[in-house]
Structures are given as C-alpha cells and as structure tokens.
C-alpha cells in the first residue's frame, strides 16, 4: 500500500503540517510502508515534511518513490519539464539531502520530456541505480510505446497512472503492454478524486436534511 503526499504541500488547497506528520505516522503504522512524493511538491516542502515525519524510523520500514523533472517558478507557475541526463543526477542530489536518506526506491520522471528521448532519461537513471543511489526505475503519464522503450533500456518496476472506474484511459493498451512487460501499474486517483468515494452523496444528502429546516425558519420569520 502507498501514500500520496501531494495534498500536504498546498497542491489541492492549505494543509495543517502537524496533520500531515500524523497521517505519515498513522499510515506506517497501519503498514503502508510506501510514500510517494514529487521533488516539485511545494518546491522542496513535502519532502522535507516526510523528511520530518520520518525521523526516527529504520530506513527498512518504508520506501520512498519520487518523482522529478517537473520545473517551476518563484510564484508556483508550471514552466514545463527537464529529464535530461544532467538534471535527473542534479535533482536526485536535491531528493536525497532533503529526505535526508542516501538512496531512494523508486525514482522515476513525472511526464515524458519531448525534448528529451526517454532511452536518455532511463539511461540516466539506470547509472545511479548502478551507484547505489535508486533501488528500481519507475514511469508516470506515459503511453504504451513509450514503456517499450524505457524498458528495453532497462527494467521498469511500474508505471504510475490515474485510474479508477470512470478514467479508464491505461485499458486499450496502457494495461496490455504493461502485463506483457511484467510491469506493474500504481494508480492514483481510484476514487476519481472523490467522485465515487461516497463524499457527494453525503453532502447532498445533509444540503437536503438541512433545506426543510431552512425553509421552516423563513415561513416562521416570514411577516
């Protein structure tokens, strides 16, 4: 099981950052042994709060996935992507100070660079797998051809994708060419960002119990 830590660094709106450390610190607790992060979450923020919530704990109790190559500016504006060799090396070194951890499980680019052949990205990689700096090479967003490629340059242990019963896009070939491959899929977004998690429901229904209620105080108010 896996944590996406994405929401505790202001990405979906504030985050309480005692609140985060404690939904960490419940998370492994309960056996998810594996959080997931961005280099670019908070620009540097949540690495720095799992950093924080993890102080303390035997480096074999969990495992780190990050994600790179998204570039940003001062004020949080999306300016596009590097996964060119150099950066992959130069972003890594970044991850690592600020988890304070001398290796990470998985590491892999957070979109295809078009600037970029993914061949050079995973080649990149593959050298600081050799190192002892990344256990194993993971893709995220990408397409079908795209992992033949990568995992003909070297193994891929997974691809992260949204998928959930209304996004359904990996199925045509996303899903066949990863089962062909040995590749496994990590999907977020499988309640299609609560969507189908029940939450709307829940809310209708209390607008709905209120409304009666609310109508009885203006008739009563009502001259």
Do not use: W
Request: hydrophobic share 40%; proline share 6%.
């Amino acid at each position: 099981m896996s944590l996406g830590a994405m929401g505790m660094s202001g990405m979906y709106g504030p985050a309480d950052r005692s609140e985060s450390v404690a939904t960490i610190h419940a998370a492994l607790d309960a056996g998810v042994n594996l959080i997931d992060t961005g280099d670019f979450y908070g620009m540097g923020h949540n690495e720095l709060l799992i950093a924080e919530a993890l102080r303390g704990r035997p480096r074999e109790d969990y495992m780190l996935s990050v994600k790179f190559g998204g570039q940003r500016g001062p004020e949080g504006a999306v300016l596009g992507y590097d996964a060119s060799p150099p950066a992959v090396k130069t972003a890594l070194a970044y991850s690592l100070t600020r988890l304070g951890v001398d290796h990470v499980d998985v590491y892999r680019p957070a979109r295809l660079d078009p600037k970029v052949p993914i061949e050079e990205t995973v080649g990149a990689i593959a050298e600081l797998v050799q190192a002892g700096y990344v256990r194993h090479i993971g893709l995220s967003e990408v397409g079908a051809e795209t992992i033949g490629r990568a995992a003909a340059t070297h193994a891929i242990c997974d691809v992260q994708i949204e998928y959930s019963l209304i996004s359904r896009g990996p199925e045509p070939q996303i899903l066949p060419r990863c089962r062909e491959l040995g590749i496994a899929i990590t999907a977020y977004g499988v309640l299609s960002r609560g969507l189908i998690s029940g939450a709307l429901q829940r809310r209708a229904r209390a607008r709905a119990q209120r409304l009666p209620r609310a109508r009885a105080a203006l008739q009563r108010r009502a001259p």
